[in-house]
């Protein structure tokens, strides 16, 4: 899953999370960890806080928020990635399922996106399906499922920030690929590797093609491999 909380992460895991040390609203029960947190109470604040923040708010913002409000937010939540991930998870649980309510309520509707999250009225017609809230039914069922948060480990969570920040980092690497196969954004990798092979034949040198500009192509195709480009 592509990481969801890198609002979070880039900005708590490191000397921002300073800005939560010694909060005194903070207490140390930690109850965002398990099926059982209290969900009607977080509800009642994420409410406030939306409405307080009309165009929008990050995660980061949010959960400093809440840490002022009340005592569902640890003093040390944020001293290794899997107590960061079980902060992130069930803030995030608890979105999805405040989007629910309010769907089901027809008049306002929760947009979730990856850098903001921002309460607004419902769509005409009620076809809120139609933004592109971040999140879709796949997202939406990850985090509605506490399964993916209990069988979640501190290795699990380490390797996922490592796969998102290689994934992140070689950005500009993958889109000189993209750009050496004569490709853009959006296309399959199935449609990757028919490019490549269309490529790969026509420059080859024993028909007349050049040998660097093969090379060039197959490092191109490597490159995409490693980062196995659909989208």
């Known amino acids: 899953m592509l990481f969801f909380g890198i609002d979070l992460f880039s900005r708590l895991k490191w000397p921002i999370i300073n800005d939560f040390q010694g909060n005194g609203a903070i207490k140390e029960k930690f109850i965002m960890k398990?099926?059982?947190?209290d969900f009607q109470r977080l509800k009642e604040h994420?409410?406030?806080?939306l409405e307080k923040f009309p165009l929008g708010i990050?995660?980061?913002d949010m959960i400093k928020e809440l840490s002022l409000r009340t005592d569902m937010i640890a003093a040390d939540f944020g001293k290794d990635n899997l107590n960061l991930f079980k902060t992130h998870f069930v803030l995030f649980n608890g979105l999805f399922r405040l989007q629910q309510l309010l769907a089901e309520e027809g008049n306002r509707y929760l947009e979730i996106g990856v850098m903001n999250i921002r309460l607004r009225e419902s769509i005409e017609g009620g076809d809120e399906k139609s933004l592109d809230n971040g999140g879709s039914a796949k997202l939406a069922a990850y985090y509605l499922d506490m399964m993916n948060l209990d069988e979640m480990t501190r290795d699990g969570v380490d390797e996922m920030i490592s796969t998102f920040w290689a994934s992140f980092n070689g950005e500009?690497?993958?889109k000189k690929a993209l750009t050496v196969l004569g490709l853009e954004e959006g296309i399959s990798f199935s449609e990757v590797r028919k490019?490549?092979?269309?490529?790969?034949?026509?420059h080859h040198p024993d028909r007349g093609g050049d040998k660097e500009r093969l090379q060039?192509?197959?490092d191109a195709m490597e490159i995409l491999k490693r980062y196995n480009v659909h989208k």
């Open 216 to 218: 060039e192509i197959n």
């Open 34 to 37: 398990s099926h059982n947190y």
């Open 46 to 49: 994420l409410l406030q806080i």
């Open 58 to 60: 990050s995660e980061y």
């Open 195 to 202: 490019r490549y092979r269309k490529l790969a034949r026509d």
């Open 172 to 174: 500009p690497e993958r």
